[in-house]
């Protein structure tokens, strides 16, 4: 990975807030944006561009190119757009539908494939919305499941043989999930030895290469409690221990398994306090994700691990009810390239 490459930033479903999103960044945070360009459509980019637009502030020039190489050609104020094809023309806000579905799609296979190619320093991924992906035919419920797939199939391997995590970061908090986009029932099957500590080593490679250093990893338990002591249940003692002992047999730095209600306050970093893990492991995706969310959406990157290639997103829906208005914050994209840039140079 070579951090001068550029960073692809696909536009999510053009029936969303991504390409709201998209324009507002690269407007409000130029040197963030600088080296960036747009996998999608520019006629989309250039509605989300409009209707964004602020009195007083020159509009945002949406610019296709041909070529990687002409991202450094480009004048102050402009948006670089890969033009894919067979995009179809922009969409009705807040409509789901397979055109737009498929049309995320494809914006996510170019650059993940341009990313395995060693084109691109990796990609941010703009929302998408699972139920146009569905309509659409696209055998993946979201985008961690698609790239996966595309490496997997990059690689000549199976997906099993691929096996990826999801993290949610902030400045204050990391969350690594055990599964996730199933049912809870679903999850809480999941959280088996194999599961637990294939979770732990994705989690202990991918941060030791970004911080430097071996992580430190707490574990959250499954039951309240972490099942004090087996009277709300066994996970704990028969599946997550061995697991975390297995793991610091091999050397990774993990504890627990910790009372899910206190590990993720004790593993928060703020200004006064550092916390004591860099990083929680959580058994599913509520119990991962709502903490982080709860310290502020706007801060929240999604970064897959265990990929050979750098993805990140913000931490968005596609906000159906809000798209089109020009309120969406970009806030949470322009923490994903910044984080994105971070990973690829590492």
Same mark, same amino acid.
């Given at each position: 990975m070579h951090s001068t490459l550029p960073l692809a930033i696909t536009q999510g479903d053009p029936a969303g807030i991504g390409p709201e999103i998209i324009t507002k960044a690269f407007r409000d945070a130029p040197d963030v944006l600088q080296g960036c360009f747009v996998v999608g459509d520019a006629p989309t980019l250039a509605r989300a561009a409009a209707i964004t637009a602020q009195l007083g502030r020159p509009e945002l020039a949406v610019q296709r190119i041909a070529r990687l190489q002409d991202l450094t050609q480009l004048p102050p104020q402009a948006l670089p757009v890969w033009q894919l094809p067979g995009l179809g023309s922009p969409p009705p806000f807040g409509a789901v539908s397979a055109e737009a579905g498929r049309a995320a799609a494809d914006c996510v296979v170019w650059a993940a494939r341009a990313a395995l190619a060693g084109e691109?320093?990796? +990609?941010?991924? /703009?929302? +998408?919305?699972? #139920?146009a @992906?569905?309509? /659409?035919?696209?055998?993946?419920?979201?985008?961690? #499941? +698609?790239l996966q797939a595309e490496a997997a199939r990059h690689a000549g391997v199976s997906v099993a043989q691929m096996p990826v995590r999801m993290m949610l970061a902030s400045d204050e908090l990391r969350t690594v999930l055990v599964s996730i986009h199933v049912a809870l029932r679903e999850a809480i099957e999941a959280v088996t030895q194999d599961g637990v500590l294939q979770t732990l080593r994705i989690t202990h490679a991918a941060l030791a290469r970004s @911080?430097?250093?071996?992580?430190r990893i707490g574990v959250a338990g499954l039951n309240p409690h972490a099942g004090e002591g087996g009277l709300f249940g066994r %996970? %704990?003692? %028969?599946?997550?221990?061995? /697991?975390? /002992?297995?793991?610091?047999a091999e050397g990774i730095d993990a504890h627990g398994p910790y009372a899910p209600d206190t590990v993720f306050m004790r593993a928060r970093h703020t200004a006064a306090r550092p916390? %004591?893990? &860099?990083?929680? +492991?959580?058994?599913?995706? &509520?119990?991962? @994700?709502i903490p982080v969310k709860y310290l502020g959406v706007d801060k929240g990157v999604n970064v897959t691990l265990g990929l050979p290639l750098v993805r990140t997103s913000p931490d968005h829906g596609t906000a159906f009810d809000i798209a089109g208005s020009g309120a969406a914050d970009p806030a949470s994209l322009i923490e994903a390239v910044r984080m994105a840039r971070a990973l690829a140079h590492g």
């Amino acid at each position: 990975m070579h951090s001068t490459l550029p960073l692809a930033i696909t536009q999510g479903d053009p029936a969303g807030i991504g390409p709201e999103i998209i324009t507002k960044a690269f407007r409000d945070a130029p040197d963030v944006l600088q080296g960036c360009f747009v996998v999608g459509d520019a006629p989309t980019l250039a509605r989300a561009a409009a209707i964004t637009a602020q009195l007083g502030r020159p509009e945002l020039a949406v610019q296709r190119i041909a070529r990687l190489q002409d991202l450094t050609q480009l004048p102050p104020q402009a948006l670089p757009v890969w033009q894919l094809p067979g995009l179809g023309s922009p969409p009705p806000f807040g409509a789901v539908s397979a055109e737009a579905g498929r049309a995320a799609a494809d914006c996510v296979v170019w650059a993940a494939r341009a990313a395995l190619a060693g084109e691109v320093a990796g +990609l941010v991924t /703009a929302p +998408l919305h699972k #139920e146009a @992906l569905a309509a /659409a035919g696209v055998p993946f419920p979201g985008h961690t #499941e +698609l790239l996966q797939a595309e490496a997997a199939r990059h690689a000549g391997v199976s997906v099993a043989q691929m096996p990826v995590r999801m993290m949610l970061a902030s400045d204050e908090l990391r969350t690594v999930l055990v599964s996730i986009h199933v049912a809870l029932r679903e999850a809480i099957e999941a959280v088996t030895q194999d599961g637990v500590l294939q979770t732990l080593r994705i989690t202990h490679a991918a941060l030791a290469r970004s @911080l430097g250093r071996a992580p430190r990893i707490g574990v959250a338990g499954l039951n309240p409690h972490a099942g004090e002591g087996g009277l709300f249940g066994r %996970e %704990e003692i %028969e599946t997550i221990a061995p /697991a975390i /002992a297995t793991a610091r047999a091999e050397g990774i730095d993990a504890h627990g398994p910790y009372a899910p209600d206190t590990v993720f306050m004790r593993a928060r970093h703020t200004a006064a306090r550092p916390g %004591e893990f &860099d990083v929680v +492991l959580a058994m599913y995706h &509520d119990q991962g @994700l709502i903490p982080v969310k709860y310290l502020g959406v706007d801060k929240g990157v999604n970064v897959t691990l265990g990929l050979p290639l750098v993805r990140t997103s913000p931490d968005h829906g596609t906000a159906f009810d809000i798209a089109g208005s020009g309120a969406a914050d970009p806030a949470s994209l322009i923490e994903a390239v910044r984080m994105a840039r971070a990973l690829a140079h590492g």
